[in-house]
């Protein structure tokens, strides 16, 4: 059987970065507008007609995209920030929770994560439902994105323009739209502090979350916080826990290291016996952190196997 998928915003950098992943499988059919993807009509044909919809849109966009869907068999997954914390959508992190996978193939309503809070709530929510963080402890996430993840102009920015800064950070307001996603998807109770920045590179990302294990409860060791993590992500395809050894190794680690890719990889650093850690995820923000994410989404809401066209 060939399913038929439209992504309302092909033309954008997530939406090529999907469709690239897809137009060479057999069992998928692109519903393609081209030159016709002004027209409201065709748009509102092609939204009410396809077997699964991925919206690559603004926020504003995508929720007039959502409101102009009148088949109820439509499965629609939305890039946006729009839906990331709606109680009606699904979010769309499979190795999130136990039952999400699950969650996500029963539903026609999920929202893709964003690329930042993939990386925390892979690091952060295990230790909160295992209970070595509790719910209302104050977490400060420190990350770096390739420019790719601020859309056309940041990219013309950084490739066309001069005078482009090697490092950027932004977000100085506190007030990230990311935030809430945050904050609700690990279970913390208190607003997630969040330090991005944007790096003079096209694409990868770190997102790092520091801890004085001497003043959480209990005060556990490394090798309890990366047992958390290795435990909550035991035999997953994609997303995966570094061995300690490993780490200990490392002198460094690169933002670019999985790009092309839809894994995650979590690293616990720490002086084993010490007080603090530093919990690091390497992801692509437009793989894990978007496409990739999108494409495995995909795969479980159309019952297809979950690794088609990812690696």
Known sequence: ??????????????????????EARSDLKLMLLGDRRRDVGARREALNSADAVILCLPDDAAKEAVSMIENPAVRVIDASTAFRVDPDWTYGFAEMAPGQ??????????????????????????????????????????????YSGGGKAMIAEFEDGEGAPPFRAYGMTLK?????????????????????????????????????????????????????????????RFVEVAELEATEAMAGI???????????????????????????????????????????????????????GLN
């Open 1 to 22: 059987m060939t399913h038929t998928i439209f992504i309302d915003g092909e033309a954008g950098t997530t939406g090529l970065e999907i469709r690239e992943r897809l």
């Open 101 to 146: 996978r699950e969650a996500i193939a029963a539903s026609t309503r999920v929202s893709n994560p964003g690329c930042y809070p993939t990386g925390f709530i892979g690091l952060v929510r295990p230790l909160v439902s295992a209970g070595i963080m509790p719910a209302g402890w104050p977490v400060t996430v420190n990350a770096v994105s390739g």
């Open 176 to 236: 990230h739209k990311h935030v809430p996603e945050m904050t609700k998807r690990t279970g913390l109770e208190r607003p997630v502090l969040f330090a991005p920045a944007v790096g003079a590179y096209r694409q990868g990302m770190l997102v790092e979350v520091p801890l004085h294990l001497s003043a959480l409860p209990g005060s556990p060791s490394v090798e309890v916080v990366h047992g958390a993590l290795a435990e909550a992500y035991a035999g997953q």
């Open 254 to 308: 690169s933002p670019e290291g999985l790009n092309g890719t839809n894994r995650m990889r979590l690293h616990v650093f720490g002086d084993r016996g010490g007080e603090q850690v530093r919990l690091v995820a390497l992801l692509d923000n437009l793989g894990k952190g978007a496409s990739g994410a999108a494409v495995q989404n995909l795969n479980l809401m159309l019952g297809l196997d979950e690794t088609a």
